[in-house]
């Protein structure tokens, strides 16, 4: 049986999965719950100074839905926690205590003045909990007091910030990164150089989900008026297994630990994120939609998955799929696929057809001798895949690899050979191999 149990930083939990920092971790009464129904942590919502920040008092959330409302993208205007400092450092405490065996971790967001930092990392220390996260990745609100997303898009305040909070906790500092930026990597390193612990990563990102066509204001709006807000859920996780992905195989962090977040809502999207790097995964925008029951799925997937493969513990499986990721420029050129259709698994339904006749390379019939069928033509396919893509039936359209012959596209024989495009002859800055002597 799969031993699932994590330790991230030397903070021990049950499982991989952690609560993240949101409206589901703002108070104990919800922590307790999702621990008892199986949570391996939680990353308390933010804490700042008090007076405490002051929320709207309307709606706070907007959604993208798919097919029968799904939920796929969720919005928030939500600021960090509106409840007294001294009740959540009580309730963490109180946590904590009643619960040793899972991870507690505390948000926080404060002005960036190290007086700021010097005075409330007392305060978190004092409650048992585990380590702290450092929120610079919110897009909304606070930025004047320079909080939030406006100190995580600047690599030196990161870096800064980070020396603090060492110097003045004992507690793991984790980092929590905001998307909105141009290069993931530059806020990470300096996270690391500022002898931070780890990395959480992504924040959400700044959006508007959309418009009301009656009122005109975009959603969701307070008083007839709307704000960009923070963006989470299915439709970042692509983001987000990217940015995780390159912290991972940037030479300047190796090795830098990261908790992964962004759109975490199956067994299988977490160990996805393990796989690209992350040491544990942090979940919020599912746990919102369906439940703290949810878990119950996580853990007997992961669990399941890891004895089907053979991996004893988390940590065998853990960045495999690291050194898989690469530059595009990196990408074996000689590698030659057609798609091939099932006729049996075809349905008739034409959607690859048009796809391809329409937007692609026209490689796919749509009658043959008169009669509606869908064939690939070898002389015209590129392998782009958008046919497997856009096709209803899963496996009916798959990608051949060819190894020897000649490419009908081409003309060209097929070279079994690795070739990238650094040495393409079409490549004017080609490095071109020395000739032997």
């Not at 993208?73 to 939500?78: I, L």
């Not at 904590?96 to 007086?115: G, H, I, N, T, Y």
């Not at 050194?323 to 050129?333: A, E, F, G, K």
């Not at 749509?366 to 497997?388: A, K, S, W």
Request: charged share 20%; aromatic share 6%; net charge negative.
């Amino acid at each position: 049986m799969a031993d699932i149990r994590n330790d991230f930083l030397g903070i021990k939990s049950p499982n991989p999965f952690w609560l993240a920092s949101a409206p589901p971790t703002d108070k104990a009464y919800n922590v307790v719950r999702a621990f008892q129904a199986g949570w391996g942590g939680a990353v308390w919502k933010t804490l700042g100074e008090d007076p405490p920040i002051v929320n709207v008092n309307g709606p706070r959330y907007g959604a993208i839905h798919g097919p029968d409302r799904q939920l796929l993208g969720f919005n928030n205007v939500e600021l960090i926690t509106d409840r007294p400092l001294e009740v959540n450092l009580r309730e963490i405490k109180e946590v904590k205590r009643d619960w040793p065996d899972r991870a507690v971790v505390v948000s926080l967001m404060v002005p960036c003045e190290e007086s700021a930092w010097q005075k409330i990392l007392p305060l978190v220390e004092d409650t048992g909990a585990d380590g702290i996260e450092l929120n610079f990745g919110c897009p909304h609100g606070m930025s004047e007091r320079g909080m939030g997303s406006a100190v995580g898009q600047v690599p030196d305040y990161v870096e800064m910030v980070a020396r603090w909070c060492k110097q003045h906790t004992r507690m793991p500092v984790i980092v929590k990164l905001t998307p909105n930026i141009t290069d993931i990597r530059f806020p990470a390193r300096a996270a690391k150089t500022g002898g931070a612990d780890g990395v959480s990563l992504i924040n959400t990102i700044s959006s508007i989900v959309g418009v009301d066509l009656d009122t005109m204001a975009p959603e969701p709006a307070t008083d007839g008026k709307g704000t960009h807000g923070g963006y989470c859920g299915p439709a970042v996780k692509p983001v987000a297994l990217n940015m995780v992905a390159e912290i991972a195989r940037d030479p300047e962090t190796p090795g830098l630990p990261i908790s992964g977040i962004g759109g975490i809502t199956t067994w299988r999207d977490g160990v996805e994120f393990m796989a690209l790097g992350a040491g544990n995964v942090q979940v919020c925008t599912a746990a919102m939609a369906y439940g703290f029951r949810i878990i119950e799925d996580l853990v007997e997937g992961l669990k399941n998955w890891m004895d089907e493969k053979g991996y004893a513990r988390v940590d065998d499986f853990v960045g495999k799929a690291v050194p898989n990721v690469t530059d595009w420029q990196y990408l074996n050129l000689n590698y030659v696929v057609k798609a091939r259709i099932d006729q049996d698994l075809c349905i008739k339904c034409g959607r690859c057809h048009i796809a391809c006749e329409d937007t692609s390379h026209q490689a796919i019939t749509q009658t043959v001798n008169g009669r509606r069928h869908f064939e690939v033509i070898d002389e015209e396919c590129v392998g782009c895949n958008l046919c497997v893509a856009v096709c209803p039936v899963e496996n009916c359209i798959t990608l051949e690899h060819l190894t020897e012959g000649v490419d009908p596209r081409t003309g060209k024989a097929i070279d079994p050979a690795y070739g990238n495009w650094t040495t393409h002859e079409n490549n004017p800055l080609r490095v071109v191999p020395e000739p032997a002597e």
